[in-house]
Nanobody, 127 residues
Framework: VQLVESGGGLVQAGGSLRLSCAASGGTFSNYNMAWFRQALGKEREFVAAIRWTGDSTYYTDSVKGRFTISRANAKNTVYLQMNTLKPEDTAVYYC?????????????????????WGQGTQVTVSS
């Protein structure tokens, strides 16, 4: 499975961006998908995730109400709509996937849950 992120860039505080992650290889509709981010000098952290069934989403507290994760299985793509951006959202954003079909458990918040990662896309929010 290959994951390629796009949509990052420079935006002013209060603005919006939509990140996309295009997947190739495997069966996209069977994969749990997530976004993580890593700010300069900090550890990578969980941002949002969506279960392979599409009926469950998960968010870290700091982005609830501002970010929305969604998926388009027909396009093999997962999105992260980011609104009301803050300077503290500045980071490299990574897309990740894990096999969901046939598994009862899903540890959405854990990095170790995910088998495949993209290269990342930079998001910079200016104040």
């Amino acid at each position: 499975v290959q994951l390629v992120e796009s949509g990052g860039g420079l935006v002013q505080a209060g603005g919006s961006l939509r990140l996309s992650c295009a997947a190739s290889g495997g069966t996209f509709s069977n994969y749990n998908m997530a976004w993580f981010r890593q700010a300069l000098g900090k550890e990578r952290e969980f941002v949002a995730a969506i279960r392979w069934t599409g009926d469950s989403t998960y968010y870290t507290d700091s982005v609830k109400g501002r970010f929305t994760i969604s998926r388009a299985n027909a396009k093999n793509t997962v999105y992260l709509q980011m609104n009301t951006l803050k300077p503290e959202d500045t980071a490299v954003y990574y897309c990740a996937s894990s096999e969901g079909y046939g598994r009862a458990s899903y540890h959405a918040y854990r990095e170790t849950e995910y088998d495949y990662w993209g290269q990342g896309t930079q998001v910079t929010v200016s104040s």
